[in-house]
């Protein structure tokens, strides 16, 4: 998992490369191309530049977090069940893997996994039932796995449902700093929440498409996903109150509310924490929510 990762975000780093220039690469992608020119000797360049080349053609312009073929591509990786075109570019830089970049690598996942079941056992007694309570579903029904490698994509972590519903699976990149410490956790039951939390039903899925309709307005994009950015970091963040300690959600750290979803998060901040805080019903506050999402004035 880790090499094929590896391999997926340093492809298109390069091609980053070409198109904007060493100078324009932001902190991350030029971390992992001086990583990439510095640790692999010229003479192993030419084999890794060949599975980069693969890599390019074959996957680089897919999407890590919302490509089903590239979901069942990692679902055989899980299985030990590359294809073979697959197989044989791994297979032929998986020496050079082990010994140039993976020690790096190896120690910065060991690092974050500890920090994140540090959290778990300190957090999880209370997130995660708090989280089912506000979901009104049960936690986590099926198994959870979670692969940490070095980089995953842009996002930083994604979520794949894995092989008929037996498992859901989580990767999460310990390179990038939005994962550190307590936003890990969150981020990491966020992508946890998709396999509780539908578009268009169940309690937050449906509630969200039957306020629309009830509004006669079409449903805002990503609505329902935003409500699990915004339920798991608000629970974490009172419970590092409680604690004594200042938390800022992860999504509003990394900018994704800030940026992306401001007026999700304005009314998801107006009136979606009354129900959190057990002020408000599930029903009320997320009609209020969407009201207030599709009425643009």
Not at 53 to 72: I, K, P, V
Not at 113 to 124: D, K, L, N, S, T
Not at 136 to 153: E, G, H, M, S
Not at 257 to 270: C, E, G, S
């Amino acid at each position: 998992m880790n090499l094929h990762h590896t391999l997926y975000y340093q492809a298109n780093v390069l091609q980053m490369l070409y198109t904007t220039g060493l100078d324009a690469l932001p902190g991350l992608p030029a971390r992992v191309y001086r990583e990439m020119v510095t640790l692999i000797p010229s003479p192993e360049q030419g084999r890794w530049y060949r599975a980069l080349r693969f890599y390019q053609n074959e996957y680089g312009w897919r999407s890590l977090s919302f490509d089903d073929e590239m979901y069942a591509l990692e679902n055989d990786l899980v299985a030990g069940t590359p294809p073979v075109q697959l197989k044989r570019a791994l297979d032929d830089v998986s020496q050079i893997y082990r010994e140039r970049l993976w020690p790096i690598h190896d120690s910065l996942n060991r690092k974050s996994i500890e920090e994140w079941q540090a959290a778990v056992a300190r957090y999880g007694p209370s997130f995660f039932p708090a989280l089912a309570k506000l979901y009104q579903r049960p936690w986590l029904p099926i198994p959870c796995r979670v692969d940490v490698v070095a980089t995953t994509d842009r996002l930083g972590a994604y979520n794949n449902p894995g092989t008929d519903n037996r498992y859901w699976h989580i990767v999460m990149s310990s390179y990038d700093r939005e994962n550190d410490d307590l936003h890990g956790l969150e981020i990491m039951t966020h992508e946890a929440s998709h396999s509780i939390v539908l578009p268009d039903d169940g309690p937050i899925g449906g509630t969200i498409a039957s306020a629309c309709k009830a509004l006669g307005r079409p449903e805002p994009n990503n609505l329902w996903q935003a409500t699990t950015m915004y339920v798991p970091g608000i629970v974490l963040q009172r419970l590092a109150y409680a604690a004594g300690m200042h938390y800022e959600l992860a999504f509003v750290a990394n900018g994704v509310f800030t940026k992306a979803y401001p007026r999700y998060y304005a009314a998801l901040q107006r009136h979606l924490l009354p129900y959190v805080d057990g002020r408000a019903t599930l029903g009320e506050a997320l009609y209020a929510t969407v009201a207030q999402v599709v009425s643009i004035t």
